[in-house]
């Protein structure tokens, strides 16, 4: 028995030589230790080797046992290894094919400068306020200090819709909605669309977006020195702390006195170029101090309260951020330009 | 308005340059938008008479002259102009000079240089030192019948100076407030108070008018509507011959910008542009009964104006009228029925103030708009109509030989109310952020032309001038202080914060913002587009909303004469754009407003909208990809209805036989919450795709952004916690009507099911094969468990058996194995 043991052991182990192959490995394991392998049938015919002997052979078949599954096992990981390393060296990908893409959308540039805006401006303090397109005489002109068939309407060429409806010709119409239902202090912006009769073209388009700002608290706790604080701080955050803001004096029938701002000319910083007409000074918004009739109009007392305003073209301010020159860029949707922008609310250089 | 510099020299003197000059204005509030230098199409042109003429012993039509220039010398010149005479004043180029081509306005400094100096030459055998030139050849019109005819010139002066040739032209942007300043003279006293400066004295007096008996005419003014016209002055005056201006007027007129006409009608202008009071002159012997009554139209329906055109009046249009008609419109323009004409020979002259309202309405009423109308609508000198008289009668002598038929006649119907703004001390600096001494406010307010007096204890008494009608309360006054030095004497500084909470923002606007967010990550491009649409878009895509459109009264064009119903318009003509630029795909979304009437209101609804077209996802070489259909847009509103946290349930629904007829009736579904449609979804109907050239599915979207906040969760929401017992799955296939909605099967299972199914999923869909036509079979699977402890399987089988009898009795269902 023990030699017939010491035969099996020592084919199976000449067979798991170091080169055999997955099937040779296999067929030892089956014809020795399968279900009806040799070492299965000599454990069977154990009843009939003496009594004294079986522990001994028992021993014997399970050490046999143990050596040739580790040995198995030995080599069929040796295998596993060899076939991985093939195929690893098969399995080589064109890396420089493209991916299989998740979509990702850009946002429009328009939504960006607004969003960087307000940002700037919810951080500074000023709670933002949604206010509506379609609006009454009231609040989009007479409320605001244009009397009827004043010429300064005529700065802003109107569309009616009939009923004494019109499309908002500013964000203005924001002061009157809020202050008509609050009372000061207030420190809010108002982003928005607006309506004005011009046709789509390079310089205009018939609707544009703007944001309109206000602070208004006692009187004297805000005045024209803060209006220049407030936005030159503004216009730095927004277009880098080397902007040079100027302030000059101008005129809009709802502040008083009122002053346009311009920066440095971001194409030449100030020396004068074409696009800032040799000037080196780009107009950038209209602000003011809140007309008195503004704040009667409200039911404000001018004698108790008195605030800032100002209003700020988006449009062309993208425009200007972007170095382009043509406003129909942000209507035609063209994938190619709007494709350059993230899709996140990050600042774009 | 446009300001040659030498025009404003006649009225005030400053020792600065241009460029700060224009900088100063600017900063105070008047805008100079462009520095033009205008330079005459020659050099070294001077004036020179005529001593003699001859006849060219060599030709008929050529003449020998001798002429003076002056210190310049005596000259010898051949001309041909059939015009020259000994003792004409006219422009002499001598050698050396230079002439462009003499066309028209096209002066500039580079031309004159590239042409070639002139030379003397030698015409029909007689030599000429230089030549008399025509206006043509001066470059100051086409003239060319013969040689430029001065009235007056000192012999040898410069022609350019001269003729104002050489000058520098300010453009100006004038605000609506400051009318005061769309004149030579408002201008000056504007510069005249920036640099410190007096304005110069103009000195302006009546004529001698002519003895009665001869030309003298007599005239009636009267004011029947002293509340539009608190002032009415009138001059008559004779024996005027109606011509052409000289040539220095016309060059004024033309540098200012405006088109001379003749003699009078160019001094009316000048008087205008140089005081900024608009002046009109009637042909007397038009006027009925010498009157001149200014009225209301009243009964008067109609005038035919300078225009030729024949104009409608309304009941309250001011007119001035003679003792029968109209004989114009107020401020807005005269009548053709007292025109000044070749034959005028006597004239009058009208100078009012007539008020900016009503000169507005008509004017904008009447579409017309002219120099005049646009001072009077911004508010005129209050008292500057007598002046100006005086000036034009001044010119008219001079240029056009009248004299005065008469003496000025000024009704001053409602004299202008006393202005006083009382400024408390403080008041200017507690507006400004600048503490300024009594002192200095009162300098710049007198700079100014204002009358200012101590009120006692630092208060100031101010009377604003005539001529400056914008002037009412002390922020007014403030303005005038701050702007006279710049704005840059105010310093910047940091409000006071009163609160250091967190500044809200509106809740629509995140909701938008976030909306956004999920439509990007979604693979969709923001696009904008214009809410102004035809009325064929809104019928094509009526949106959400059930309203009419909202139509424009006053549209650019037929094109864009409503305003939107839905986004879809916008995305679609993206879509069109890209395709026709070579994209293949393109997939987008818009937040915005769309407009409806609801009931007789024009009303505003915020909606999102997108669109998918073409290839979308995931595909590579060897994989395909995902492209626009029916499930990926509707994957998309899913996953954008899951994002918002704890939204009400919502149902897809296959619309009805008249709802969303723009989409595919089989590929399309209204989207609602609680019976409410919110939206809807699908494939553009074939027949719309077809006429945009469309090859594949385009599919949509477009939902009710309001709506969608208003069921969302509140704040507060409560988290689960993840179950800590493992869950048990049973699969279920049923076989059910082919037209029986998924979304119903899962709805009797959710409903019948025992308080352990946890959740269930459709994940499989089949037909055909061994089914019977008209049924399919839906794979389910459900998913069982307990919050407190692992189910056992026959819990389970036990559940899941009584689920199974219920949703077949209820869907008429077979179970399929």
Same mark, same amino acid.
């Given at each position: 028995m023990r030699e017939q043991l010491e035969q099996i052991r020592s084919r199976a182990l000449a067979e798991l030589a170091a080169e055999a192959t997955e099937s040779a490995i296999e067929d030892v394991r089956v014809r020795v230790l399968g279900r009806a392998g040799e070492l299965t049938e000599i454990m069977r015919g154990m009843r009939e080797v003496p009594a004294q002997e079986r522990p001994a052979i028992g021993q014997l078949v399970n050490q046999i046992k143990t050596e040739l599954e580790a040995r198995i096992e030995a080599l069929q990981g040796k295998l596993k290894e060899a076939a991985l390393e093939r195929s690893l060296t098969e399995a080589r990908l064109d890396v420089t094919l493209p991916g299989a893409k998740i979509p990702r959308g850009h946002l429009h540039p328009i939504t960006l400068t607004i969003e960087n805006m307000l940002r700037i401006f919810n951080a500074m303090g000023f709670e933002i306020v949604a206010t509506r397109d379609i609006e009454d005489d009231f609040h989009n002109f007479a409320a605001l200090n244009f009397p009827p068939d004043h010429p300064a309407r005529e700065m802003q060429d109107t569309f009616f819709l009939g009923g004494g409806l019109l499309l908002r010709t500013h964000t203005s119409n924001g002061q009157i909605r809020v202050m008509e239902q609050r009372r000061p202090p207030l420190a809010i912006v108002c982003p928005g669309n607006c309506y004005r009769r011009d046709e789509l073209s390079v310089r205009a388009s018939p609707m544009f977006s703007q944001i309109e700002g206000f602070m208004v608290d006692r009187a004297g706790r805000i005045t024209m020195a803060h209006l220049k604080g407030v936005l030159t701080e503004f216009l730095r955050a927004f277009f880098g702390s080397d902007t040079a803001v100027r302030f000059r004096a101008s005129f809009f029938p709802f502040t008083e006195p009122s002053a346009e701002v311009d920066i440095s000319c971001l194409l030449c910083g100030g020396k004068g170029c074409r696009i800032c007409k040799h000037s080196g000074w780009t107009e950038i918004l209209g602000s003011g101090m809140i007309h008195p009739n503004v704040l009667r109009a409200v039911g404000y007392d001018p004698a108790e309260y008195q605030g800032f305003a100002f209003g700020l073209g988006v449009d062309r301010t993208a425009l200007l951020r972007l170095g382009v020159e043509d406003m129909r860029l942000f209507f035609e949707n063209d994938v190619r330009f709007l494709g350059q922008f993230p899709a996140s609310n990050e600042r774009f250089a | 308005m446009k300001l040659p510099l030498s025009w404003l020299a006649e009225f005030v003197t400053v020792e600065a340059e241009v460029e700060e000059i224009c900088r100063r204005l600017t900063v105070a509030g008047v805008e100079v938008e462009n520095i033009a230098r205008v330079r005459p199409a020659f050099s070294d042109v001077v004036v020179a008479r005529v001593l003699k003429t001859e006849r060219h012993p060599n030709a008929d039509r050529l003449s020998l002259c001798e002429v003076e220039a002056g210190p310049v010398g005596r000259f010898s010149v051949v001309c041909g102009a059939p015009n020259v005479r000994a003792g004409m004043i006219t422009a002499y180029a001598r050698l050396g000079s230079r002439l462009m081509s003499g066309v028209h306005g096209q002066g500039g400094v580079e031309a004159i240089e590239q042409a070639p100096p002139l030379q003397a030459a030698v015409i029909r055998g007689i030599k000429s030192d230089g030549m008399l030139c025509s206006e043509r050849e001066l470059g100051l019109s086409q003239e060319h019948q013969g040689i430029l005819e001065l009235d007056e010139g000192e012999s040898g002066a410069d022609l350019a100076s001269a003729l104002y040739l050489d000058d520098t032209v300010l453009e100006i942007a004038i605000t609506p407030n400051r009318g005061d300043c769309l004149s030579v003279l408002g201008l000056a006293r504007e510069v005249a108070a920036l640099f410190g400066v007096k304005l110069k004295e103009i000195r302006l007096r009546p004529g001698k008018a002519l003895k009665p008996g001869s030309d003298q005419v007599t005239i009636a003014v009267g004011i029947d509507a002293p509340d539009l016209c608190p002032r009415y002055a009138a001059l008559p005056m004779a024996a005027v011959k109606i011509g052409p201006s000289p040539i220095w007027m016309r060059r004024r007129l033309e540098l200012a910008g405006m088109r001379p006409i003749n003699n009078v009608v160019d001094t009316t202008n000048y008087v205008m542009l140089a005081l900024g009071q608009p002046l009109h002159a009637f042909d007397y012997g038009k006027l009925a009964g010498g009157k001149i009554i200014v009225r209301r139209a009243g009964n008067d329906r109609e005038i035919t104006t300078l225009d030729g055109i024949q104009r409608a009046l309304m009941p309250d249009d001011l007119v001035i009228a003679d003792a029968e008609k109209p004989v114009a419109i107020a401020g807005v323009m005269g009548g053709g029925n007292s025109e000044v004409g070749a034959e005028t020979n006597t004239i009058l002259l009208e100078s009012a103030y007539f008020e900016p309202m009503t000169v507005a309405r008509t004017g904008r009423r009447l579409a017309l708009r002219s120099e005049a109308s646009y001072r009077f609508e911004r508010g005129?000198?209050? !008292?500057g109509q007598v002046r100006a008289l005086y000036m034009a009668a001044e010119i008219i002598r001079k240029i056009a030989g009248g004299r005065e038929a008469g003496p000025i006649v000024d009704v001053d119907a409602r004299p202008a109310p006393p202005r006083e703004i009382v400024l408390e001390p403080g008041a200017i600096g507690s507006l400004l952020g600048v503490e300024l001494p009594t002192a200095e406010v009162s300098r710049r307010l007198k700079s100014l032309g204002a009358w200012v007096t101590s009120g006692g204890k630092g208060k100031l008494i101010v009377a604003p001038p005539s001529f400056r009608p914008d002037l009412n309360e002390p922020a007014d006054l403030a303005e005038e202080v701050a702007r006279l030095n710049g704005l840059e004497e105010i310093p910047a500084a940091a409000p006071d914060r009163r609160s250091a909470a967190p500044a809200a923002e509106d809740p629509s606007r995140i909701f938008a913002r976030a909306s956004r967010e999920v439509m990007l990550g979604c693979g969709l491009t923001e696009i904008k587009s214009i809410a102004f649409v035809a009325s064929d878009d809104n019928q094509a895509y009526p949106g959400i909303g059930t309203g009419k459109p909202v139509r424009v009264a006053n549209p650019i064009s037929a094109e864009l004469s409503e305003l939107r119903c839905s986004l879809i318009p916008g995305l679609v003509t993206a879509l069109r754009f890209n395709l026709n630029r070579q994209a293949g795909a393109f997939h987008g979304f818009e937040i915005g407003r769309v407009f409806a009437m609801d009931g007789e209101q024009a009303a505003e609804f915020e909606r999102i909208a997108g669109i998918g077209y073409g290839e979308y996802a995931m595909g590579t070489i060897g994989r395909e990809s995902i492209s626009a259909d029916f499930f990926m847009i509707k994957g998309i509103v899913e996953s954008y209805l899951e994002s918002i946290p704890g939204l009400a349930p919502r149902s897809f629904v296959a619309p009805g036989a008249t709802s969303l007829a723009f989409l595919h009736p089989g590929k399309s579904a209204a989207i609602s919450i609680e019976e409410r449609q919110i939206g809807y979804l699908g494939e553009l109907h074939p027949r719309a795709a077809s006429h945009l050239e469309l090859a594949t599915p385009c599919v949509i979207f477009e939902l009710d952004l309001t709506a969608i906040l208003a069921y969302a969760a509140a704040k507060g929401r409560r988290v689960e916690l993840p179950p800590r017992f493992p869950a048990v799955r049973r699969d279920l296939a049923l076989v059910v009507e082919q037209a029986l909605p998924a979304d119903k099967v899962l709805k009797t299972i959710r409903e019948s099911s025992?308080? +352990? +199914? !946890?959740s269930v999923r459709l994940f499989d869909v089949y037909e055909g094969g061994s089914l019977p036509t008209g049924r399919k079979s839906v794979g389910i699977a459900c998913l069982y468990r307990a919050r407190d402890r692992t189910l056992t399987d026959s819990e389970v089988n036990r559940a899941h058996a009584e689920l199974i009898e219920r949703v077949r009795v209820g869907l008429g269902a077979e179970l399929r194995h």
């Open positions: - | 005129i000198d209050r !008292e025992s308080n +352990l +199914l !946890e």
